[in-house]
């Protein structure tokens, strides 16, 4: 790949929390994988010297990547990071990935930095306060224990030493070294973080987290309560011209027309509807914002904004899994203060949703005072904000069934001895690794071969808001699908550019094809190169079908646009299969660090409902039956585990996998340049297991 | 309240008071942009007397509008405020200054503060060197760069917080906002007769232009640009933005209601 002339600040920062040091090196060598995942699995393979520590051991490092998109206007791009390190929360402990947004992206570029490293651990609670060029280690006792909110505040009145909101401050000594009315960009722990509790989050600003694979808690581990960035600099681009324009028609085709749209909700009660429209503050899923009073609120760069900010200020940018948690609140404000509390105590939504389970238990006499399970925990108030507060705090601060909990879901589970049983009937429905059931793994697969073939809950929605939410939102506002299924399947054979509709039939038989396999690859080289490694938000991208245009073009963004970007912001021309190289490329890389760590295939095996236990409950996706198209049920469905093993087989072979390891094969990793990759796999004696 | 975007001015019955007392800098310091525009609107030409001097700047071609209530924070408008004019991206050197406190509540956790393109201008009044003007054919408010010496008095003379004209840092002069007017790395044609990179790139249209001086006072630019559908998907409508918007936009009053045979049957 030839040099960026834009969108590249220069340098990475690397840090060093056992001798309190930070230097920095050119990102130039690193600039080849992108940004964002890429640079942060190159750099954790060149910094992390023993790959099979564990999360906790002061061995591990955490990469912190911005990418080229960041702090420009690319639609829905400018502002997330890419968090990489061993995490504390899967089983086992893989080397993973989370990320942000927010506006901290555009801070660390505008501090001067492509990325940040994190070696080592602190010898005392340390904050690290970044302005510009100057990095300083503070010592954090005053910090910890306080939450994620105030924590910021804290860091931000230091920062700043104490100027108003809304005015100028003059960074450094003179007035030449920057001024800025922009309050420091901070990612922190909370509470749960210190602690060690594998649900905990990296947060940063209201309810942006890097939440699902547990690196709040290495945080915690490595005495690292905050990273403030604060910076003045400019990000250059190749061409601003074409950008802006990119930025405009981007906008013109694609944009909910806040004044007159295409396309509105039928119902103004059913805000779940967003998930087609994209309007802002569209997150609001299931629960109402229009009996509360709020804004939108975005992250930097985005066109639709969202989240919310409320007149209150409680439950400020909750969104998706962490604002629904606990919907068995006897009210709406209720529901939205337990999200809000989870938001500053710092854990992570997805985990936090075992509060029903939890009350299963209870009502089933397996836990509470004097039961198999001891808790006292007042379950008789649940739906109350008196059980959320107490079911919140104990995790956070390991008391009561909290002390389990903090080790994960499923760490609990099995330690209570309920995992095989409840696993298979599906009381507890963990699919893989141990993180929570996001999608119906016997169905929609390409999610769930996803996420076993790799380390965590993928969480890439791209597919996902057109086979299943789009036919399932229509049902529940009771209207037909906005095009057939047939159409959709075309429409998406197009834009992913696998030219061939039977890769999204979700039938009994396709979800074992050779075509679904081919989707499930490029979902993971899209998402690991653009989602990823270019910080573009998985809410909107890929962008694979337009249903409202104000154009009335139905043709969607994808291919097209992404390419486009690139361009004017690196000056790189790349062409839309060349990106799904890099992606393939970077999850071989991954791929690679896992096998150091020790997977094997037979590892890659879901829980035992998804074999198991029928699916139940009417599960729309297009389905190719009998002839023809429809959006099926997929009622009493399971995933057939020898069928899904030769699917294993072809996927592994697929993308240069040993079928009997799944380890990178030699010649594959060579074919990408990654014969020193080779080199240290075979060292280790993983390209030898059998 | 009239005008309370400066500390410096957050009393107005100080202002008008101040207003009385004649001397230029007084008057500048209590009264800011307000007042002239609304009495000479249609002139072309602000006009008027100050102790002993007269002083006369071109009014404006074009204003800046915001509704602040409708800002959904993404800071798109100061990214592309400063790409179109240095070719870079930097929220620090956008002319349209967007501050939030992500933690604050609505509707104060949101400010965005753009230049008014004062009819009496006291950072044009305050620039020893000429280098701060009105464009005689737009009647912009603009920077000479090769003109401006770097001694931030019209910095320090803007009557707003944030000031409206910055120092450029990187460039080294003082800068404001012109409309788009200079704007050498965004092909389109800008100013009053153009477009506006922040009005043409806000996703939630919370940016608008006008060629009509607005009601000298907060509310004259911080506009409600919100209509029923804005309610529809959550958000409220009225001026204050207090009211809940099923309350303004019921939804009964969206949803059709049921047919009388399906009600029947249920």
């Known amino acids: 790949m030839s040099q960026a002339t834009g969108g590249f600040v220069g340098k990475i920062l690397i840090i060093d929390l056992t001798n309190q040091t930070a230097e920095t090196i050119d990102s130039e060598p690193y600039q080849q994988w992108g940004g964002g995942h890429g640079m942060g699995s190159a750099l954790f393979w060149d910094y992390c010297e023993d790959k099979t520590v564990g999360p906790f051991d002061e061995g591990n490092v955490v990469t912190v990547c911005a990418n080229p998109f960041s702090g420009t206007p690319v639609p829905s791009a400018s502002a997330r990071v890419e968090i990489q390190g061993i995490g504390s929360f899967a089983d086992p402990e893989w080397f993973t990935r989370s990320s942000m947004g927010g506006r901290i992206a555009g801070m660390i570029k505008a501090a001067g930095y492509d990325a940040y490293v994190i070696k080592g651990k602190a010898p005392e609670k340390t904050w690290i306060n970044i302005v510009n060029d100057e990095v300083e280690f503070h010592n954090a006792d005053d910090l910890w224990g306080l939450d994620t909110a105030q924590t910021q505040e804290t860091i931000w009145d230091y920062v700043t030493k104490g100027t108003p909101d809304g005015e100028w401050y003059t960074v450094g000594t003179t007035r030449d070294g920057g001024r800025t009315t922009q309050k420091p960009a901070v990612m922190c722990i909370g509470p749960t973080g210190e602690n060690l509790g594998r649900t905990a989050t990296i947060t940063h600003d209201a309810g942006h987290h890097a939440g699902q694979s547990g690196l709040g808690a290495v945080w915690g581990s490595k005495n690292l309560k905050a990273v403030s960035f604060l910076g003045t600099g400019s990000v250059s681009v190749a061409d601003p011209a074409a950008l802006i324009d990119l930025r405009i028609e981007f906008q013109q085709k694609f944009a909910y027309n806040v ?69 068995s609140a006897d009210n709406l404000k209720d529901q939205v203060r337990a999200a809000d509390l989870q938001n500053k105590l710092g854990m992570n939504g997805f985990e936090t949703s075992i509060i029903s389970y939890c009350r299963n238990l209870y009502k089933m006499g397996v836990m509470g005072p004097g039961k198999e399970i001891e808790s006292n925990l007042p379950f008789d108030k649940f739906g109350s904000w008196e059980f959320a507060e107490a079911f919140i705090k104990a995790i956070a601060y390991r008391e009561d069934i909290g002390a389990d909990l903090a080790e994960g879901s499923m760490r609990a589970v099995k330690k209570w001895g309920r995992w095989e049983e409840d696993s298979a009937n599906g009381t507890f429905q963990y699919p893989q690794w141990g993180y929570f059931y996001h999608y119906d793994p016997r169905l929609e697969v390409e999610w769930s071969y996803a996420s076993i073939m790799s380390e965590r809950d993928v969480n890439e929605h791209g597919l996902n808001w057109h086979v299943h939410w789009m036919p399932m939102i229509c049902s529940m506002v009771g209207e037909e699908p906005l095009i057939s299924a047939e159409e959709m399947v075309n429409r998406l054979a197009a834009s992913t550019t696998l030219d061939d ?3 999204f039939d979700y039938s009994e038989e396709g979800i074992y094809s050779d075509a679904t396999i081919e989707k499930v690859a490029w979902m993971r080289h899209y998402g690991r190169f653009w989602v990823q490694s270019m910080g573009m938000c998985d809410w909107l991208w890929p962008h694979l079908i337009e249903y409202a245009s104000p154009t009335g073009d139905p043709t969607p963004a994808t291919p097209d646009f992404e390419p486009r970007m690139y361009k004017a912001v690196t000056g790189i021309d790349i062409t839309f299969e060349e990106s799904l190289e890099m992606g393939k490329k970077i999850y071989l890389l991954d791929r690679a660090i896992w096998h150091m760590q020790g997977r094997h295939r037979d590892q890659e095996v879901f829980a035992e409902f998804v074999y198991s236990l029928p699916t139940s409950a009417p599960y729309p996706l297009p389905v190719f039956e009998d002839g023809r198209w429809t959006y099926g049920t997929c009622m009493d469905r399971v995933l057939d585990r020898d069928r899904f093993e030769t699917v294993k087989d072809r996927f592994y072979e697929h993308e240069g996998w040993d079928v009997s390891t799944g380890c990178p094969t030699r010649a594959a990793l060579e074919s990408y340049d990654l014969g020193y990759v080779a080199d240290t796999l075979e060292a280790a004696g993983a390209l030898q297991k059998g | 309240m009239v005008w309370n975007m400066s500390e410096k001015n957050s009393n107005p019955a100080d202002g008008r008071a101040a207003a009385k007392t004649v001397t230029r800098r007084d008057f500048v310091a209590a009264i800011g942009g307000i007042g002239i525009g609304a009495i000479l609107a249609g002139a072309g030409v602000s006009a008027f007397l100050v102790g002993d001097e007269v002083y006369a700047v071109e009014a404006s071609g074009g204003y800046l509008l915001v509704d602040t209530k409708k800002c959904g924070a993404c800071e798109t408008c100061m990214l592309a405020c400063s790409l179109a004019h240095s070719g870079r991206t930097n929220v620090n050197l956008s002319r349209l200054q967007l501050t939030k406190n992500p933690l604050g509540c609505f509707p104060l956790d949101v400010q965005q503060n753009q230049c008014r393109q004062c009819p009496y201008p006291s950072c044009v009044d305050a620039c020893p060197t000429g280098a701060m003007h009105a464009d005689p054919e737009t009647g912009v408010r603009l920077v000479a760069e090769g003109k401006c010496i770097g001694c931030e008095r019209c910095i320090e003379a803007c009557p707003f917080t944030p000031s409206r004209v910055q120092w450029n840092y990187e460039d080294k002069c003082a800068q404001k906002c012109d409309l788009c007017l200079n704007t050498p790395y965004w092909d389109q044609e800008g100013g009053p007769c153009g477009k506006q990179a922040c009005v043409e790139v806000c996703p939630m249209r919370a940016i608008s232009f006008t060629r009509t001086i607005p009601r000298q006072s907060d509310e004259g630019y911080d506009v409600n640009l919100r209509n029923e559908h804005w309610a529809i998907i959550g958000f409220p409508i009225d001026d204050a933005g207090r009211v809940r918007p099923d309350v303004s936009v019921p939804t009964a009053s969206v949803v059709p209601p049921q047919p009388a045979d399906a009600a029947e049957e249920e």
């Open chain 1, 259 to 327: 004044d007159d749209p295409v396309l509105e909700t039928p119902n103004p009660d059913a805000a779940v509807y967003g998930f087609i429209t994209r309007h802002p503050g569209f997150n609001g899923i299931y629960w109402n914002a229009r009996d509360m009073i709020s804004r939108p609120y975005g992250c930097q760069g985005c066109f639709r904004n969202c989240r919310h900010n409320f007149d209150d200020g409680v439950g400020n940018g909750i969104m998706c899994a962490a604002s629904l948690f606990y919907m």
């Open chain 1, 501 to 503: 509709p039977m890769c």
